[in-house]
């Protein structure tokens, strides 16, 4: 069916217009109709308002829906409610879901991870939802704002006498002299109040503020802005949030990164029982008021993907980490989270001493990780055959280690000197006193050939004993999306107040045979227009009072 | 009405179209926990090994490969050393390699072990967990057994046995 979209004044329209794009008058209505215009979007149709749509056609109409965009987003909040039930899986730092929301909640926590409501925000049907919304912010938009665009920037001056009669604000009444120069003589007036003004004759048109009509498109754009820069975190390198051990004095690296971070020194420092309340020291908790890890952190600048060299660092930051208070170089950043004060032996330096002189070989230092092998200590060779960091002895009774951090370190060398045989001595070192003791030292070294008569490894004072005295443990995040987040909801705040704090207000008006005829429109604010309209008019010596002007009816 | 636009809305539309399969398709995949699961494809690694050269899985693109998760205070991982070092002879000739991957000891602990089990497969040294974290390993030993495809064909936790080892490998052989 061909609808015929002519106005009476020639225009040609588009299918789907509800006021003559040139004329304003309102068109596919009664002609004696009384009732308010439809202003939205001045009338114009929308791109998509086709005569015959085809399949993109439809597409691209759902989305264009308004009523479509607020379902989506209604589901969408539904949606989102749902996520909040329970914790989610990413909140965490390590448990097993499969196991723990039906510990924890019973068989309705079951339900709930089965549903798959356990990891809601990351479930397909919300990114779907996600991406449909913007779908439609895209789509709303360019259908309704290309049309308006156009619209609002070839207006005709001269209006249908209907379009006028029919605004929310309404003035009609006879006016003295000349129409043309009764229309010039308000061009002053409407200028003082900060209208563009244009003049057609005896027909006048003001306008002012028309940017806020590009409010609302603005928040489209920081809200797409906003939703992409969402969509992009899960790439590659965008986004990171994990937590790592960074035992004392060492330089760590940082996996999945080319940084390596250097705890120089944790300090923790608790609440003394004075600064507690009465109440909390009857709990008997032991509070940490403060604690710090003053880190380094080095970029690697050569070798770094090679494990078989040592990466080549630069410092790049030096950061005392407090909560709160995270270290951050170029939007990497490191979240003091918790702490381990357990002391680790590092390494020991013992001397040679021989058991029946007292005279004591050189100081050598035994590393627990990656130690040196070959000793050479006054007439003496040491040769470190095995270690075993947590010793024990296996059912078959050979030594072994029970984990690798050095909870009862031992060594076994290969001593060659004189007075030994000449492949050499068998003998057994404990750095720790207690496990010397626990482990039998000189037993053991009794039936290894008996060699702790002659000499003996010792450390002579606490100095020569190295600990890695606490591990902090520092969450480690980057979020590169972070400043187009920020970026997107600045745009969405420029159009919130372009929209809100200013409004498009436009005065047309005509004379025909000495009769004045006012129409007025805003996008909000009646009130204010009337008022400035009643103001204007009373400049031109017509006398009005401001509730005359309200022509009724609620449509905005 | 604009000539212009209906390319315009195919563009958009397909725009669209491609970012939603891609957010789907990223929140799909990437929203568990990243630990590699059957039929997965290994996560990528790149350690030094005791022969002194870095080593990757590249190396062993068309062959299967059994990777092994061990530690020399670990005791099943100590029991199962044995059995995995005689399915390593029998196969080797047929395409099969055992690599494994000791988690965070020093050279000379992994060096004194190996030498006292006569063991001989590659091993490689995992000395700041990477691979571990990457593969998700918990419990110790974890075995993942990847097939000519390059695929993980099944993932086994905890002590393997000559039988247990063998059933398996015959499978990435001839699946």
């Not at chain 1, 005569?51 to 109409?61: S, V």
């Not at chain 2, 205070?73 to 029991?79: L, S």
């Amino acid at each position: 069916m061909i609808k015929n979209t002519k106005c009476e004044c020639g225009h040609q329209n588009r299918v789907g217009t509800v006021l003559c794009e040139a004329c304003g008058k309102p068109l596919d209505e009664h002609a004696d109709s009384k009732e308010l215009l439809e202003m939205r979007y001045d009338g114009v149709a929308r791109r998509s308002q086709r005569a015959n749509p085809n399949f993109i056609d439809k597409i691209w109409n759902f989305f264009s829906s308004v009523k479509v965009a607020i379902y989506l987003i209604i589901f969408t909040l539904i949606g989102a409610i749902f996520g909040t039930i329970f914790e989610q899986e990413s909140n965490f730092v390590s448990f097993d879901p499969s196991t723990f929301y039906k510990d924890k909640y019973g068989t309705i926590g079951d339900i709930y991870y089965k549903l798959g409501l356990s990891h809601t925000y990351e479930s397909w049907w919300f990114v779907l939802l996600l991406v449909m919304i913007g779908a439609s912010l895209v789509i709303c938009s360019l259908d309704r704002v290309l049309p308006l665009y156009k619209a609002l920037s070839k207006q005709k001056i001269r209006k249908h006498m209907q379009f006028l009669t029919r605004q929310k604000v309404v003035y009609q009444g006879p006016v003295e002299g000349n129409g043309e120069e009764w229309v010039q003589q308000a061009v002053k007036p409407l200028k003082k109040k900060g209208y563009r003004v244009h003049t057609d004759g005896s027909a006048l048109l003001a306008e002012k503020q028309r940017f806020s009509r590009w409010g609302p498109y603005v928040i489209h754009i920081g809200l797409i802005v906003f939703l992409l820069a969402v969509l992009f975190r899960g790439l590659p390198g965008l986004h990171l949030d994990k937590h790592y051990w960074f035992p004392e004095g060492e330089i760590t690296k940082i996996p999945d990164t080319n940084l390596y971070l250097k705890n120089d020194k944790f300090t923790v420092e608790y609440y003394t029982e004075e600064e507690m309340s009465d109440d909390f020291r009857g709990t008997g908790k032991i509070v940490p008021k403060l604690f710090e890890t003053k880190a380094i952190l080095y970029e690697c600048t050569a070798d770094c993907g090679d494990p078989s060299k040592e990466p080549k660092l630069k410092e790049v930051q030096q950061h005392a980490i407090r909560v709160n208070d995270p270290l951050n170089y170029k939007g990497f950043k490191a979240y003091q989270f918790d702490f381990d004060l357990t002391p680790k032996l590092r390494s020991v330096q013992p001397v040679l001493v021989n058991v029946e002189t007292g005279e004591q070989y050189g100081k050598f230092k035994l590393d627990m990780t990656n130690p040196q092998q070959n000793f050479t200590l006054g007439p003496y060779t040491l040769e470190l055959k095995n270690k075993f960091m947590d010793f024990a002895l296996n059912d078959q009774g050979q030594p072994i280690s029970k984990s690798k951090d050095p909870n009862a370190p031992a060594f076994l060398f290969l001593v060659k000197g004189p007075d030994l045989p000449e492949k050499g001595s068998q003998y057994i070192y404990f750095p720790k006193q207690i496990d010397k003791e626990r482990f039998q030292q000189d037993a053991i070294n009794e039936k290894l050939g008996g060699l702790q008569n002659k000499l003996q490894l010792d450390v002579i004072g606490m100095e020569d004993v190295d600990f890695i005295e606490s591990s902090s443990y520092l969450n480690i995040r980057i979020d590169r999306a972070m400043p187009y987040v920020w970026t997107g909801l600045g745009i969405v705040m420029l159009g919130l107040v372009m929209g809100f704090y200013w409004q498009h207000r436009r005065i047309w008006l005509r004379i025909d045979d000495g009769v004045l005829t006012v129409g007025g429109h805003t996008s909000k604010n009646w009130f204010g227009l009337r008022r400035e309209v009643a103001s204007f008019l009373k400049m031109m010596n017509v006398e009005v009072d401001e509730k005359q002007l309200d022509n009724g009816g609620n449509r905005s | 009405m604009g000539k212009a636009r209906r390319p315009v809305q195919i563009v958009i539309l397909i725009f669209i179209v491609i970012l939603g399969v891609y957010a789907i398709g990223s929140a799909v995949s990437g929203g568990g926990s990243g630990k590699p699961k059957m039929g997965d494809k290994p996560p990528a690694i790149k350690l030094l090994g005791m022969d002194g050269k870095v080593h990757t899985l590249e190396e062993y693109k068309g062959k299967a490969v059994v990777v092994n998760f061990w530690a020399t205070w670990c005791t099943y991982c100590v029991n199962e050393m044995p059995a995995l070092q005689a399915q390593w002879k029998k196969w080797s000739d047929q395409g099969v390699v055992v690599l494994g991957i000791n988690t965070g000891e020093d050279e000379m602990t992994v060096r004194n072990f190996t030498q006292q089990l006569g063991i001989d497969f590659p091993v490689l040294y995992d000395t700041n967990n990477e691979a571990v974290q990457d593969y998700g390993v918990v419990p110790m030993p974890t075995t993942f057994f990847v097939d000519k495809k390059g695929k993980i064909a099944s993932i086994h936790e905890g002590e393997l046995n000559l039988a247990t080892l063998d059933d398996q490998i015959k499978r990435l052989v001839n699946p």
